[in-house]
Nanobody, 116 residues
């Protein structure tokens, strides 16, 4: 059974940075597209960034220029570097693994709070 475990969340001041990590196990990590989502207080879960299995990256307009996604298949890991954080980035951040016709996986989420 596959699983994803996120880490790296916490409390940071506005303008600060955090790096989230997500490590997968129990599935063929390298063939999956890896995504980050977030759920802000009182809002629905929203897509943040993708790193496809063939190397394409994309981030949402709301974080473009501030967030970057990367992955290390040798470590079964995907990362989200978050810079210039604002209080509007406060959310639970989730890692997600997707491959067509295969089971998809979600992490348990990691809380990011941006506050002075």
């Amino acid at each position: 059974q596959g699983q994803l475990v996120e880490s790296g969340g916490g409390l940071v001041q506005p303008g600060g940075s955090l790096r989230l990590s997500c490590v997968g196990s129990g599935f063929t990590f390298g063939t999956y597209d890896m995504n980050w989502y977030r759920q802000r207080p009182g809002k629905e879960r929203e897509w943040v960034a993708t790193f496809t299995h063939f190397g394409r990256t994309e981030v949402s307009d709301s974080v473009k220029g501030r967030f970057a996604i990367s992955r290390e298949n040798a470590k079964n890991a995907v990362y989200l570097q978050m810079d210039s954080l604002t209080p509007e980035d406060t959310a639970v951040y989730y890692c997600h693994a997707f491959e067509l016709l295969k089971p998809e996986y979600w992490g348990q989420g990691t809380q990011v709070t941006v506050s002075s």
